[in-house]
């Protein structure tokens, strides 16, 4: 009912006037008025507490959204020579399932201010290609002060900003990709509504000291020498040498990389490249020779212990997920998770040095394609499930920060439907037909 209508109703109902009687057909034509003198107490007091339904509502939405930043997180921004109003910027790690917060210091450069743990990501390691495939999205995007949602159905949340021009380039679609409350997802970074009330409050704060946009980068994993070295043979370790180049960037001068898109590709601090043609051949790129120089050093360093840790026995792999996972300090609450069936440890294929092409691109890209190559390579060789290991020491406060929150989250218990922003939910994969060994229980789940 619009406004109009609802006060012209409380005006007729105030009056003790007459409303348009419901067709009763050829009795219709005795009178077609209805006189309300006998209902109008009911009928008004309905209206009223309608009314007053509705104000709650979007009271609570609007308290939500401007709640403030917590005492004992300020009092952290203060410790690292930060504050409210300063620029933040956001990492995000699928398969750790770890969201870190950065905040600028007085002098340009970044500053670690929290880790959230992840309640639920999606899909698997890898970018998002289409709408509907659950993947949560790699690479780096943009959130304006136009993405803040403060009137979401996952009690808060704000638009990561994919597609990108680069994603779009590559034909990549689908869209709506969120952070948000709820602990559900199907291609979103998932919270719980206490840690997103947290995060959206610190996102606020930046844009309204004048953030014009957060940068958010978003990895498959961390990128150390350690995670690389495992996924070497990984159909997608090109697009992550890309994103790992980036990650130098940020690391060595703890500033935000500045991003660009040429060739089909990333291109990091690169001199009057902000309106290049993601499509189109990169000219010749400008970088600061320090930043340059710093880049390429931690680059060869890192080759050299991959390199390193390959000869002394580190096997290649792939990691596939039922359907992405969580942070291991909600292993106990994986209940109150959407689709709690699939949160299991991820199967882990030893991959050969000199793997066997699978016919097809398509089938080369899909988890199930990358199985069923690597069992006809090798027959023999051993496909595992990875073991749930004890937890590490810097999880412990990670465990404290989620066993904090009395539940994940009061608004998944409202959720009997699929996530509106962030595309159908397909139907579940078929199980792939490999042996896998029998988990072993801890607090570590992938």
Not at 23 to 29: F, H, V
């Amino acid at each position: 009912m619009d406004t109009f209508s609802s006060h012209y109703l409380f005006f007729l109902i105030r009056r003790g006037g007459s409303l348009p009687r419901p067709s009763r057909g050829a009795c219709a034509a005795r009178g077609d008025m209805m006189k309300t003198r006998g209902i109008a107490p009911a009928l008004g007091l309905a209206v009223l507490a309608a009314f007053a339904l509705s104000a709650c509502e979007q009271s609570g939405l609007a308290h939500r959204s401007l709640a403030p930043i917590p005492s004992e997180t300020v009092a952290l921004m203060e410790q690292a020579g930060t504050t409210k109003e300063a620029p933040m910027l956001i990492r995000a790690y699928k398969k750790e399932a770890e969201l870190e917060i950065w905040k600028m210091r007085s002098d340009g450069r970044y500053v670690h201010l929290k880790t959230f743990p992840m309640c639920r990501w999606s899909g698997q390691l890898g970018p998002k290609r289409r709408q509907g495939d659950r993947q949560v999205p790699e690479g780096f995007y943009a959130i304006g002060p136009a993405q803040m949602n403060p009137n979401s159905s996952y009690y808060l949340s704000f638009n990561v900003g994919y597609p990108n021009a680069l994603d779009r380039a590559l034909g990549h679609t689908g869209g709506d990709i969120m952070v948000h409350g709820a602990c559900s997802s199907a291609g979103c970074f998932s919270m719980t509504d206490k840690q997103i009330a947290e995060i959206y409050a610190i996102a606020r704060s930046s844009l309204a000291g004048g953030q014009r946009a957060i940068q958010m980068q978003s990895f498959p994993f961390k990128m150390t020498a350690e995670n690389l070295a495992k996924h070497r043979l990984d159909p997608n370790i090109d697009f992550w040498k890309q994103l790992k180049e980036g990650s130098d960037h940020f690391e060595v001068t703890l500033q935000e990389p500045q991003v660009a898109f040429c060739n089909r590709r990333y291109v990091f601090n690169a001199e009057g490249a902000a309106n290049l043609d993601p499509n189109a051949a990169c000219p010749p790129l400008k970088q600061d020779p320090q930043i340059a120089q710093a880049v390429a050093e931690k680059s060869a360093k890192d080759q050299a212990k991959i390199a390193q840790l390959a000869q002394s026995g580190v096997k290649p792999v792939r990691i596939v997920y039922q359907d992405g996972g969580q942070h291991p300090a909600f292993a106990s609450r994986i209940p109150e998770v959407s689709r709690p069936e699939t949160i299991v440890p991820p199967t882990e294929i030893t991959l050969d040095e000199k793997p066997t092409r699978v016919a097809g691109s398509a089938a080369a890209k899909s988890p199930a394609g990358t199985l069923a190559g690597a069992k006809t390579a090798d027959e023999s060789r051993q496909t595992r499930v990875v073991a749930m290991a004890p937890m590490r020491s810097d999880h412990r406060d990670l465990s404290a920060l989620a066993a904090s929150d009395p539940s994940p989250t009061n608004s998944v218990k409202k959720l009997a439907r699929p996530n509106k922003e962030a595309g159908n939910i397909p139907t579940p994969p078929a199980s792939i037909g490999v042996r896998k060994s029998a988990a072993v229980h801890s607090t570590k789940s992938f």
